[in-house]
């Protein structure tokens, strides 16, 4: 077994390097949102140099407004989940602080 990458044909320059499987690093596949880089039958197998350019195009990628605005929505959406159910745990809380010196209070009497 071999520690070394895989040399070949870089499918973007075509010259013989080690290559890299290139696979997108975003969280649009969660939102269901079909990218340039998602859309692709075969992810490329690149060099580094290429792979290196290809990160840097899709990091540098405006999107497209509509999914951006999306994404942004799921986002909020998510983080305001998040607060209502720690705003119910904290009542919750509260609620069974009060039950139980109630219950407390009156055993004592």
């Known amino acids: 077994m071999t520690d070394h990458p895989l040399e070949a044909r870089c499918d973007h320059c075509k010259q013989l390097r080690p290559l890299f499987l290139y696979e997108p690093d975003h969280d649009f596949h969660l939102t269901?949102?079909?990218c340039e880089w998602c859309a692709r039958d075969k992810q490329p197998l690149l060099c580094t140099r290429c792979w290196s350019a290809e990160k840097q195009r899709e990091e540098n990628d405006p999107g497209d407004p509509t999914d951006n605005a999306m994404a942004?929505?799921?986002v909020r959406a998510c983080n305001n989940n998040a607060r209502i159910i720690a705003r119910?745990?904290?009542?919750?809380?509260?609620?069974?602080?009060?039950?139980?010196a109630t219950q407390q209070a009156e055993a004592d009497q």
């Open 32 to 34: 269901g949102i079909t």
């Open 88 to 100: 119910q745990e904290a009542d919750k809380a509260t609620c069974d602080g009060i039950a139980a």
């Open 72 to 74: 942004e929505f799921f």
